[in-house]
């Protein structure tokens, strides 16, 4: 006798466009009709929309459960395996994003509040990319230095934000004036320019050691996100990022190079 196309939706909990959709796909063709031509799904059908709705539930695009159903076995659980492992993957990508997002709660907490003219008149052209932000998290979310900058960071006020950002501006000044006038990159100038920044880190950040410092500007050069935290696409120029890593890589070998590297505050 058969089910009818809206009995069978009503068991597995789709609708009948959905049923029609995988008959149309030839994913699932009703086994038989009704005198009148309304389509009557058998056993077999049913046994079939279960193992449909299994693979859907895991993920499965269409194309690739009929491929799996009318193959062989042994092709079924490599389809499981690998999904297995995707399904793993993104597990362990949403338990990261869960820290991410605790993390990203506990700073609005303690941070400052400032309206978006606040921000604007602090911060000006500086941008803070959410995404970089979150995939820095993921990347030194175990690093003491990190957690250590990102706490002292929540911890300033509007007051010391305005001076950190002043102070960034003088520096970023010196940058763009020792690249404009072609100083070289190991030159003094622009060694000095390095330390000025590895200063500023520790100052307002977290202690800032040569091996930190290098990493950081590898970071600035890779990575236009990072690089803009410190001088703002307006200002930029081809090369400058690339030009303040040679300089840090450089500051970093010099002899009796000036030490900022003790957690000083002097505001």
Request: proline letters at 6%; a negative charge; glycine letters at 6%.
């Amino acid at each position: 006798m058969g089910y009818s196309v809206g009995q069978v939706a009503a068991f597995a909990g789709v609708t009948v466009r959905t049923l029609h959709h995988y008959d149309r796909a030839g994913l699932l063709s009703p086994g038989d009709r009704s005198p009148a031509g309304y389509r009557r799904y058998g056993d077999a059908d049913l046994v079939r929309l279960q193992q449909i709705l299994f693979y859907r539930e895991l993920g499965f695009p269409l194309d690739e459960i009929a491929g799996i159903l009318d193959g062989p076995q042994a092709d079924a659980v490599e389809h499981l395996r690998s999904r297995q492992r995707q399904l793993h993957e993104e597990i362990a990508r949403l338990r990261r994003l869960a820290e991410v997002a605790e993390r990203a709660i506990e700073v609005q907490r303690t941070g400052v509040s400032m309206t978006p003219e606040e921000r604007s008149d602090v911060f000006g052209e500086i941008t803070f990319d959410l995404s970089y932000a979150t995939e820095a998290q993921l990347r030194w979310q175990h690093s003491p230095t990190h957690g250590e900058a990102m706490a002292r960071a929540s911890g300033h006020s509007k007051e010391d934000w305005r001076r950190l950002m002043a102070e960034a501006a003088a520096w970023r000044g010196e940058l763009l004036a020792a690249f404009d006038t072609a100083e070289p990159a190991d030159g003094e100038r622009a060694m000095d320019v390095a330390e000025a920044h590895r200063a500023h880190l520790t100052r307002w950040f977290t202690p800032c050691p040569p091996d930190v410092h290098r990493r950081i500007a590898d970071d600035f050069a890779a990575d236009p996100r990072a690089f803009a935290l410190v001088v703002p696409a307006s200002e930029q120029r081809p090369g400058l990022a690339g030009y303040l890593r040679e300089a840090v890589h450089a500051n970093a070998e010099r002899p009796a190079r000036p030490r900022n590297d003790t957690k000083k505050d002097d505001r």
